[in-house]
């Protein structure tokens, strides 16, 4: 039975509001929030009084953790395909919020990951606060990044991309907009005049509301390190990367090799394909048609359910992947993740 109050619907003048409201679990999407979403967004498109959107989370945990992977664990053990037809329609909304005829402003404030950077990053104005943590962590619960996440990071400047997908790692203010996954840096203490935007007729009436309310942020923690991460992560393959990080002198270089080698082989090498053919799309929605293709791989494998095990289930922070080698995970093994089932 769907809740009606996981995400709550509002118009205020020419704003159409959307909020996620499962505090509880930092908003995580389930498939009636998908849903209503879609169908929100599908209704304000034809409606002229509306001419902008803004979508946020309740919380002060986060916008957004992504999906409910518990969920997803109990369907893999049972061989229940359901996560296929979430992800089928998550992905939809996530290429609609990036082809959207009006302005969508979405606040990243907090938690920020999986889903969660689908329903965001992909919007025309994406801010991020002091409190911002972005993060697309699949590799490290056998899983790939998916929700248009190869698009967005096959585009971040130079490997930065790969270098936050392969070691799972999080994204402060200032690397979010340096990787290109937010736009404008907003105070939260400021936020609450983004309500001004139910006077905003026009997309100049948005932007200049949001140039308004951003301020400078920091310099990017990942910039000092962009000259050796895109010298290291420019191999075509996981095991030259592993060479070129232990090589590198750098104690960062180390500390990535450390963290990318305790998640799964075949995540990685997968991701790393996936991340290159991105990069030769160049476009959204093939590479959402290349990741339904793999997140449904994921599904009927055991390194994705045993991921979950370890890090939500029993939470023992111990998986035992299977290949536990990179050199025991073959070609024909990658290629199943881009194959369409039948």
Request: include cysteine.
């Amino acid at each position: 039975m769907s809740d009606d109050t996981e995400i709550l619907l509002a118009r205020h003048g020419h704003l159409g509001l959307i909020t996620l409201n499962r505090p509880k679990a930092i908003n995580a999407l389930t498939l009636n929030m998908v849903r209503v979403m879609t169908r929100a967004l599908e209704d304000w498109a034809r409606d002229d009084d509306v001419a902008n959107v803004l979508i946020r989370g309740a919380g002060e945990r986060g916008f957004c953790a992504g999906g409910d992977i518990v969920a997803i664990y109990h369907a893999a053990l049972s061989g229940d395909r359901a996560p296929t037809h979430f992800w089928r329609e998550e992905y939809a909304l996530n290429l609609m919020i990036s082809e959207y005829s009006k302005p969508i402003v979405v606040v990243m404030h907090g938690i920020v990951m999986g889903g969660g950077v689908g329903v965001s990053a992909h919007a025309a104005h994406r801010i991020v606060t002091e409190g911002s943590s972005v993060a697309m962590p699949e590799v490290s619960i056998g899983f790939v990044p998916d929700v248009g996440g190869t698009f967005l990071l096959s585009r971040a400047p130079g490997e930065l991309g790969t270098h936050l997908a392969l070691t799972a790692g999080r994204a402060g203010p200032a690397d979010c907009l340096l990787l290109g996954l937010a736009d404008l840096y907003v105070p939260q203490d400021r936020l609450s005049t983004l309500t001004d935007l139910r006077e905003c007729a026009t997309h100049e009436d948005v932007r200049a509301v949001l140039s308004a309310l951003s301020a400078p942020v920091g310099p990017a923690p990942l910039a000092e390190h962009r000259a050796w991460i895109d010298v290291a992560y420019a191999a075509e393959t996981v095991e030259e990367i592993f060479e070129a990080l232990a090589a590198r002198p750098e104690p960062a270089a180390q500390a990535a090799l450390t963290q990318i080698r305790k998640h799964s082989p075949t995540s990685l090498k997968v991701t790393l394909r996936a991340l290159r053919k991105a990069r030769s799309y160049g476009r959204l929605a093939p590479c959402l048609d290349m990741e339904l293709i793999a997140a449904s791989a994921c599904l009927g494998g055991s390194d994705f359910p045993e991921g979950i095990r370890a890090a939500v289930i029993d939470k023992d922070r111990a998986p035992k992947w299977a290949p536990a080698r990179l050199e025991d995970v073959g070609e024909a093994e990658i290629s199943r993740y881009f194959a369409p089932q039948a």
